[in-house]
Structure formats: structure tokens, C-alpha cells
């Protein structure tokens, strides 16, 4: 029996790693080239070409990604502005599950939040900078007017910490500096930005929620979720290294700097409190975003 049709069936899918239009303008070229190469007998590929065939389609995907005719500093600012505005807002919003009963917390911090967050994602500057400024000063309202806002914007949660604040003054001076540039008009994004947000939403409809002064959802306080969102960090600002190298700028390492920002200063505030671990591990971080520059500054070295 021929071992041919089962090869390429698995090369065609790993070929799904280009972005569609790739694979439609060179999918059949390159896969021909594969076939031929290959040892008759072979059933799978070899895994220096599963490897080479990944990551040919992730970094095709990442040149994928950049807006045509806007500068690599306001596309990395646009995705660093959606990144903090989609993870931040995916634990700032409480959907929580009492016994047999859920609740929304918040509603109107919450449609809010999803107006926001939809505004960001399709570049509507002029929506979306308004609300976020709201956000800004009802988080920040402990420092600004002493917790009290005379019924005006008390909406969200009230924070008393700098680094608890600063993701929405990030959103806030992005979204400005975006909304006076001159020239093109920032793209929408993809839909799928709004996943991130809204995974955290169903499992805090699913999981029980614990009251210690506030209410939080129980898997945010286990170590599994810790330890798995610590490798989550990790795998993507190591990703952020490797776009960077593809795409030959620093759109993605701007865009991860903005989103560790906040994390690093309230670390920074509350160090005592921490672990030699935990200090490591933002350390590690810290260092895939400064790579991330570096490789920026090397490839465009050599272009």
C-alpha cells in the first residue's frame, strides 16, 4: 500500500500554520517541493521539517499581523493598549457563582468594560478613549479623591495601589497618543482578542466563588492556576522574542513591555510580600521582553 496519500495528508496540515492566503498563493508549490523530498517509504514527516513548518508559519503569521500603513510604534501600541485592556479587564469583572446562583457584580462597570474593550479591538478611538478615562478615575478614585466621588463614578473596584491603577492610565495615554497621530486610521483587530476575557468570564460562571472581604473565584487562589498562568506568561513573551525576529521590529516587544509594566511595578511595591520564586520569576519576564528589544534592534541592523 502506498504510504503517499497519508503523508500528505499530514503535510497539508501542517501547512494550516501559514495564514490561508499563503498556503493559497504557495500551499500546492510547497507541497510539492515536500513530496518530492521525501523518502518514498515515509509515512510522517521528519520532525526537523514538522519544526521547520511550524515555525515558517508562525512567523508568516506574525508578518501576517502588521497594519499596512501604519507605523510599527502605533501598531505595537494599539496591540499593547488591547493586551492590557483584554487581561485586565478578564479579572476585573465579576461573574460569580454562589451555591446554585450567579450574579453579575458591577453591571454597569461591566458593560462598560466589554464597550471598551470592543471599542479597542476595532479602532474606534473616539469611543473608546472617553470610557477608558472613566475607568482610569473610578479605579484611581482612592488617590485622587480620598475614595469618596460624591455618586458620581463609582462604578469599579477602588484600588489604593499604583500598579493596581496603572493599567488603566496605560489604556488611557495609549489610546490619546493613538487618537492625535496623524496619518491612517488604526485597523480592527481580530475578534478572537475578545477570547481572552470571556474564557475568564465562563470559568467564574463555573467555578464557586469564595468571600474573604471580597469575592474572588476559587481557581484564582490554587497553585495549578498560578503555576499554569505563570507558564502561559512565559510561553507568550517567549513568543513575543520570536515574532520579534520575523517581523524585523519592535511593535510586539513595545506591546509586551506595556503589559508588564504594571505587573513589575506592583511587584515593586509590594516586594516584601513576595517570594525569592516569584522575584525570579518576573525576573525572567523582564529579560524575554528586553530580548525582545534587542532582537528588534539586531534584525533591523541587518536589513
Known amino acids: 500500500m502506498s504510504t503517499q496519500p497519508a503523508l500528505e495528508r499530514r503535510y ?9 492566503a499563503y498556503r493559497d498563493a504557495h500551499g500546492e508549490e510547497l507541497l510539492s517541493t ?26 508568516a503569521r506574525a508578518r501576517n499581523t502588521r497594519a499596512t500603513g501604519v507605523p ?18 478578564a479579572t476585573e469583572v465579576s461573574i460569580l457563582r454562589m451555591g446554585t446562583h450567579i450574579y453579575l457584580n458591577r453591571p ?3 458593560l462598560g468594560a466589554i464597550v471598551l474593550m470592543v471599542a479597542i479591538t476595532r479602532g474606534w478611538l473616539r469611543l473608546a478613549l ?21 455618586g458620581l463614578i463609582e462604578f469599579g473596584p477602588p484600588y489604593t495601589l499604583l500598579g493596581q491603577m496603572l493599567p488603566f492610565w496605560i489604556i488611557v495615554v495609549g489610546l490619546a497618543v493613538l487618537a492625535v497621530r496623524p496619518g491612517k486610521a488604526l485597523p480592527a483587530r481580530s475578534w478572537s482578542w475578545l477570547l481572552i476575557p470571556a474564557l475568564f468570564w465562563v470559568a467564574e460562571c463555573i467555578v464557586p466563588a469564595f468571600t474573604l472581604g471580597y469575592v474572588v473565584p476559587v481557581f484564582t487562589l490554587t497553585m495549578t492556576w498560578q503555576l499554569f498562568l ?3 506568561k512565559t ?3 517567549g513568543g513575543v522574542v520570536w515574532a520579534t525576529v520575523a517581523i524585523r521590529d519592535a511593535r510586539w516587544a513595545l506591546a509586551a513591555a506595556l503589559y508588564l509594566l504594571p505587573g513589575l511595578t506592583f511587584i515593586g511595591e509590594t516586594m516584601l510580600l513576595h517570594s525569592e ?20 534592534r539586531r534584525t533591523r541592523q541587518k536589513v
Open 277 to 296: 520564586k516569584t522575584l525570579a520569576y518576573w525576573g525572567v519576564l523582564t529579560l524575554l521582553v528586553l530580548a525582545s528589544f534587542v532582537a528588534a
Open 108 to 110: 454597569i462597570w461591566t
Open 12 to 20: 497539508r496540515s501542517l501547512l494550516k500554520a501559514y495564514p490561508k
Open 230 to 232: 505563570a507558564g502561559v
Open 34 to 59: 515536500l513530496m518530492e523530498a521525501s523518502d518514498p517509504q515515509a509515512r510522517r514527516p521528519a520532525l526537523r521539517e514538522v519544526f521547520a513548518l511550524v515555525t515558517g508559519g508562525f512567523a
Open 235 to 237: 510561553l507568550v513573551l
Open 72 to 89: 510599527w510604534w502605533a501598531d505595537g501600541l494599539h496591540l499593547g493598549v488591547l493586551v492590557v485592556a483584554t487581561t485586565t479587564f
Open 130 to 150: 472617553p470610557l477608558a478615562l472613566i475607568a482610569a478615575l473610578d479605579t484611581s478614585r482612592m488617590l485622587f479623591l480620598d475614595g469618596y466621588d460624591h
